[in-house]
């Protein structure tokens, strides 16, 4: 296994024109780029009728269970609600353009101080599930390439599906009652302060982190599977084989480079995924993050709010959307070398 | 009048043929436990289903069981205070006394008080606290509660509230949960920041997230404030919220959740609070609209509804079986031994034939969501009406909105009175004549006339015949199915201990973190 010729066992991948094509580039990010904006202003419509279509508005939800038609209508005109809608639209874009997501209805404190430190504290899990979902899935991904049809491959094939078709919450809970409640390890609800020290904070966000990315790993796991099944279907992967290349340096060093670009792409989907998947596991670990302010938002029917924080997180998917692309086109040599139009 | 108890709340309500004498039994053993001596020191945690990031200090703003526990019964304090036992004792007003007619009462007002920024209490924060609720141009969920108020002045450390017309149960208004003395601060009241006389001073607010609070070294209660710091937690999620309990990351959970609270009960370190409260289940039946407004009819229906299975079912034994007529037990004008108007199928036919009818059919609007299984108890009471020839319709309506668009819009509809400070209160409110929470538009004339007799009238038993009366009017005439009376149910580490659980008001009267105590 160990006579193999060095020179056979280079990477077979073309070698590049020293000329990229700067315009064509351009053109297709820029295309990309207004694409994006365009998509984030029709989410922008889409988000501010559905907020309308909410059955009572914040001045009722306000006034409680005893309402009284004058008081309703003093706090409308307060909040602006008496205002037509497509008014209000263009007045919020306008800010929101501006940086400026306004007041809350409710409380009103400015919707920047409200979403600064949960969008951060939001990330940090975000972050945190992706660093345990990212290499889980990519090793799960390379041993179950190394023999598809295997034992391994079968076994993660049917985890990630597992975990991939279970809803966040039951693997949330199962979580809760064997490693917080039965066995006292972790505990059952993330006290996440504002200065919370960065192993006390990996210690208490273990199982929502665990759980969030329980979704995201099996995803990719069957992604980067499939991505790098499909290079090694390719004519210089079969090449390589015959020129007896052994099976572990044919993932390694052959298909796995000509598919990282892809597996890139998925993994920046991913974290979007993980990033928009927070509210359920925000609500049942009690983590003080934008999920939880947005589902406190929605029950006081704090539209403001709301609005800000489905934006935010629309900008966040389209941004890391727009990250796939990217990365999808420069690995790309088709798109990104001239001559093949 | 329940007090604090233990699991046996569900075994009396089980054998409600024994119930007397086991809480009777209760009742004696309960005192031996209660008085055990308080101990200082620890850290107490709280969670709350409520806090939202729309919370502020604010005490004109109606808030839920965290706001109401924190800045009511933690941070501040009232001028008259509801003790666990529902007499009505002073707070920072010493003392009271009452011009005969009730229209003029003057409040001593407590010497020697500190905020927590070190200012004395006078009657100008007291004044100004009271005026925080009445002002036109600000919202205030107490501005009904103070519209009778005329004037206010300060006669040396004594206020003196003249009122237009006579309220015997004035001191009681002021223990309600708004009515929060703040302090006055560079001539401006200052309602945010959480400065107030309590037991606790701020330490954090996190609004819809945490609060906490360390001992206020100053109280003027001496015999009161046990924990060295208590914390607040708002865990929505009830789930959460049990499990957060279960692990011992908070040692209070208000309110437990009462479809896993047999579970929860079978645990050994954790105990169960539970006392009924003046909050009850309505179902109003609206007067002006067919066939409601036959007495008859109404009467039918209120005998066709099975109470006790609602209790049991529906409430998991968690409930007081109603009367009919919203006084609580609890109640001091409550009216002993007016008879049950129970399920009876025979009765209800006799009355619906009396109206003239055989079948009825009608539409009952509820909502998932507005009470602990609202749905349930509409669909319970379809197939307990149904022999009698009531033939219901279980309509669901969203929850959001309910109030604005389905109670006191549709005729038939299932909702829920929270308790009131006093019987008059909630009588005026909800059953007075022209009341704009009249839900019903019922009017009965000698019941308005008893109301406003008994609303002036400073002798205690006078009132009580005329509350009596009205109870028993209510229940023959009123318009409105009241099957049962709510607990405030709460679940704690068995490692807490404490007295009398009051029932006025959510955890303790909101007054948990002053009251109880580590053993």
């Known amino acids: ?341 | 009048m329940t007090s604090s108890r233990t699991v046996t709340r569900r075994d009396v309500l089980r054998l409600s043929g024994a119930g007397a004498a086991i809480a009777l039994g209760s009742a004696l053993v309960l005192p031996s436990i209660a008085h055990a001596q308080p101990k200082r020191g620890g850290v107490l945690r709280l969670a709350f289903d409520s806090g939202s990031a729309s919370d502020t200090l604010d005490p004109a703003i109606v808030g839920q069981s965290f706001k109401v526990t924190l800045s009511f019964g933690t941070l501040r304090n009232n001028l008259t205070e509801v003790a666990g036992n529902g007499d009505l004792v002073p707070e920072l007003a010493e003392s009271w006394e009452a011009t005969p007619d009730a229209k003029t009462w003057a409040f001593k007002i407590r010497k020697g008080v500190e905020f927590h920024n070190g200012k004395t209490l006078t009657p100008q924060d007291v004044i100004a606290s009271v005026n925080h609720h009445r002002d036109k141009n600000k919202k205030s969920g107490a501005r009904a509660l103070l519209k009778q108020i005329e004037d206010i002045r300060i006669d040396g450390d004594t206020i003196i509230f003249s009122l237009n017309a006579g309220i015997a149960d004035f001191p009681w208004y002021l223990s309600n949960h708004s009515l929060q003395i703040c302090p006055v601060i560079g001539g401006k009241l200052d309602v945010l920041s959480g400065i107030g006389t309590g037991a606790y001073v701020l330490q954090e607010f996190e609004p819809g997230v945490r609060a906490s609070g360390t001992r206020n070294p100053n109280y003027f209660k001496t015999d009161r404030a046990f924990f060295d710091e208590v914390r607040y937690r708002s865990i929505p999620d009830s789930t959460a919220r049990t499990n957060a309990l279960l692990t011992g990351e908070v040692d209070v959970v208000v309110p437990a959740d009462i479809q896993t609270i047999d579970l929860l009960a079978q645990r050994d370190n954790i105990e169960i609070f539970s006392v009924v409260t003046r909050s009850h289940q309505v179902f109003p039946m609206r007067n002006t609209d067919a066939p409601f407004d036959n007495n008859d009819v109404r009467l039918a229906f209120k005998h066709s509804f099975d109470k006790k299975t609602h209790v049991e079912r529906i409430m998991r034994g968690y409930g007081e079986v109603g009367n009919h007529q919203p006084i609580a037990k609890t109640d001091p004008f409550y009216a002993e031994g007016l008879e049950d108007l129970g399920y009876d199928i025979d009765k209800a036919k006799f009355h619906l034939r009396k109206a003239g009818l055989s079948t009825v059919n009608v539409k009952l609007h509820s909502a998932e969501g507005l009470y602990p299984g609202a749905i349930d108890a509409c669909s319970l009471f379809r197939e307990s009406a149904a022999p009698a020839g009531i033939n219901v319709e279980v309509v669901r309506e969203p929850r959001d909105g309910y109030f604005a668009n389905v109670w006191r819009k549709r005729p038939f509809v299932a909702s829920f009175w929270r308790a009131r400070p006093t019987a008059d209160m909630l009588l005026t409110t909800v059953y007075a004549e022209g009341a704009p929470y009249n839900e019903t538009v019922w009017s009965n004339e000698r019941f308005n006339t008893l109301l406003v007799e008994a609303r002036s009238m400073l002798d205690f038993s006078g009132r009580k015949e005329r509350y009596a009366e009205i109870q028993r009017i209510i229940r023959d005439e009123g318009p409105t199915i009241i099957p049962a009376f709510t607990h405030y149910v709460g679940a704690s580490s068995n490692k807490l201990a404490h007295g009398q659980v009051g029932s006025n008001n959510t955890s303790d009267n909101g007054r948990l973190c002053e009251r109880w105590w580590f053993a």
């Open chain 1, 1 to 341: 296994m160990t006579h193999v010729n060095p020179v056979v066992d280079e990477p077979q991948a073309p070698v590049p024109p020293p000329r990229v094509s700067l315009a064509k580039l351009s053109r297709i990010l820029s295309l990309r780029l207004l694409l994006g904006i365009t998509t984030l202003l029709s989410v922008s419509i889409v988000i501010f009728a559905a907020v309308q279509f909410l059955p009572g508005d914040a001045a009722e939800i306000l006034v409680g269970q005893y309402p009284d038609e004058q008081t309703i209508a003093v706090l409308r005109r307060e909040l602006g609600l008496d205002q037509p809608p497509v008014l209000r639209y263009l007045y919020w874009v306008g800010a929101a353009l501006q940086g400026d997501f306004g007041n809350s209805l409710t409380s009103g404190r400015a919707i920047s101080d409200l979403i600064g430190t949960r969008l951060q504290n939001t990330l940090y899990l975000a972050f945190y599930a992706a660093l345990i979902a990212l290499p889980s899935a990519f090793v799960a991904a390379i041993f179950s390439v190394l023999k598809p049809g295997g034992l391994v491959d079968r076994i993660t094939n049917t985890l990630s599906l597992v975990f991939l078709s279970s809803p966040q919450f039951l693997i949330a809970y199962v979580l809760v009652l064997f490693l917080a409640v039965s066995m006292p390890l972790f505990p059952s609800s993330a006290d996440m302060r504002p200065n919370t020290e960065i192993f006390r904070f990996l210690y208490i966000c273990f199982l929502p982190a665990v759980t969030l990315s329980a979704v995201s790993a099996g995803y990719m796991a069957r992604m980067m599977r499939a991505v790098m099944l499909d290079v090694m279907e390719r004519p210089f992967i079969r090449m390589a084989k015959l020129k007896g290349v052994t099976p572990n340096r044919v993932v390694l060093y052959h298909t796995l480079p000509n598919a990282l670009g892809s597996i890139a792409a998925v993994a920046a989907l991913v974290l979007a995924q993980l990033i928009l998947g927070v509210v359920v596991v925000e609500t049942v670990f009690v983590y003080p993050g934008l999920g939880q302010l947005l589902v406190d938002s929605v029950s006081k029917r704090d539209v403001t709010v709301v609005q800000a924080i489905s934006l935010i997180f629309a900008c966040v998917y389209i941004l890391l959307n727009l990250t796939a692309d990217l990365i999808a086109i420069l690995t790309n040599p088709q798109i990104l070398y001239p001559g093949n139009d």
